[in-house]
């Protein structure tokens, strides 16, 4: 529930502000790593600097206001390649940062939007008081955000027509939705978020569809990249996704590493294993640049 307005700014408030404020609860990113991911894995964690690049917090216009996104990109050049990256669960934390510093080191203007924005800022809460507010995102606003996002950066220095997706976790599956919403997109890289529609007690109509769902509809390969021993998303799903790509005759793929946990690339985490993670990175550098988008 929004908290009152204090007395003393009583007044003081617009009504066009006011309707701004409630409209977006998050209009900055958070500094560090989200609390729900406390504590951080500090022996394991990858720290990419910003020398030679440009990287920091802007604003995307959005139909309805604004919206806070992390940029990084190279200091020197133009034109470059774009990469969305799609968040966690846990938001635009530092380590969706520093992903977009790695892309930015690797030539491209990378950019992450906050795409809880309106509904909350998870930033400082637990894993159980998350999921209420992502389940009040809908899909629908996620594309129109992300759409958001590109045309931002086709007006400040990237070249959209090498456009690339990524996400991870929350943002696996956005990729592959993304992936059969854009016809501009390039390539997408999912790495291991859900690909089947829940029990039908769980459905949510702000996420009406599901990838498996969606495969005859994809408009840009997609690379999906699953551990063997994610338990929230099991093999049988993922055997779903391959046969569902298969059967629509798309040229999307999928990789399983069999010892990986669910959220292997996360150097953060205890679920981190080193060799895939960066195994991964390679594929996904070498998928975008064999489908046009690096």
């Known amino acids: 529930m929004e908290q009152p307005i204090h007395e003393e700014l009583a007044g003081l408030i617009s009504p066009k502000e006011e309707v701004s404020r409630r409209t977006f609860v998050v209009t900055s990113l958070t500094a560090g790593f989200a609390l729900a991911v406390q ?3 500090a022996q394991t964690q990858i720290t990419t600097d910003t020398n030679g690049l440009i990287a920091g917090e802007v604003k995307i216009p959005v139909k309805d206001g604004e919206i806070p996104a992390y940029r990084a990109m190279p200091a020197k050049g133009k034109n470059f390649p774009v990469a969305l990256v799609v968040q966690e669960i846990f938001g635009v934390h530092e380590h969706i940062k520093d992903i977009c510093r790695r892309f930015a080191k690797a030539g491209y203007l990378a950019i992450a939007p906050e795409l809880y924005a309106r509904q909350g800022d998870v930033a400082n809460l637990q ?3 998350i999921m209420p507010i992502v389940s009040k995102v809908p899909d629908a606003q996620v594309m129109s955000d992300l759409d958001a996002a590109v045309a931002w950066a086709k007006k400040n220095n990237g070249n959209t027509a090498k456009l690339g997706v ?3 976790c929350w943002g696996g599956r956005i990729v592959w939705l993304y992936a059969a919403h854009n016809p501009g997109l390039k390539a997408g890289v999912a790495w291991y978020g859900r690909l089947v529609p829940p029990p039908p007690d769980r459905a949510n109509p702000l996420q009406p569809k599901h990838p498996t769902e969606l495969a005859k509809d994809l408009k840009a390969p997609v690379l999906g990249l699953y551990g063997g021993k994610d338990t929230g998303i099991p093999l049988d ?3 779903q996704m391959r046969k ?3 059967d629509a005759g798309k040229p999307s793929e999928i990789i ?3 010892e990986a946990l669910h959220g292997f690339h996360a150097d953060y985490r205890p679920s981190y294993k080193k060799d895939d ?3 991964g990175w390679a594929k996904l550098l070498a ?3 064999k489908n046009g988008a690096a």
């Open 39 to 41: 504590p951080v894995q």
């Open 127 to 129: 894993m159980n008081q």
């Open 166 to 168: 990524t996400g991870f």
């Open 237 to 239: 799903t993922v055997e």
């Open 244 to 246: 569902a790509i298969k």
């Open 256 to 258: 399983v590493y069999p």
């Open 277 to 279: 993670a960066q195994d």
């Open 287 to 289: 998928w975008f640049k």
